[in-house]
Nanobody, 128 residues
Framework: QLQLVESGGGLVQPGGSLRLSCAAS????????VGWFRQAPGKEREGITCITLNGGTNYADSVKRRFTVARDNAENTVYLRMNSLQPEDTAIYYCAAVWAPAPNFCTGVIDKRRFKYWGQGTQVTVSS
């Protein structure tokens, strides 16, 4: 059973950066697509980025050119680098995974319903 644990959240000033980690255990991520999602208070959980087994990526418009997703299969971990953070980025950030050998899995809308395994989330707060 795949298990995911996020880390790296915290409090950061506007314009700052953070790097989140999504560490997997119980299985290797080699054949899994991994997505990052976030949920702000009172809002729906939003898909922000996705990375396929071969490193193909997709980003929501809200984070494009600011956030970068990468995977390190040797470490069984997926990272989310977040730059130029703004108060509207404040949310709980979740990673999720699904067994997905298709290299084009991450195209289109990053839909939470397509992902099977979820981490517990990590809080990111952007405030001065």
């Amino acid at each position: 059973q795949l298990q995911l644990v996020e880390s790296g959240g915290g409090l950061v000033q506007p314009g700052g950066s953070l790097r989140l980690s999504c560490a997997a255990s119980g299985a290797t991520l080699d054949w899994y697509a991994v997505g990052w999602f976030r949920q702000a208070p009172g809002k729906e959980r939003e898909g922000i980025t996705c990375i396929t087994l071969n490193g193909g990526t997709n980003y929501a418009d809200s984070v494009k050119r600011r956030f970068t997703v990468a995977r390190d299969n040797a470490e069984n971990t997926v990272y989310l680098r977040m730059n130029s953070l703004q108060p509207e980025d404040t949310a709980i950030y979740y990673c999720a995974a699904v067994w997905a050998p298709a290299p084009n899995f991450c195209t289109g809308v990053i839909d939470k319903r397509r992902f099977k395994y979820w981490g517990q989330g990590t809080q990111v707060t952007v405030s001065s």
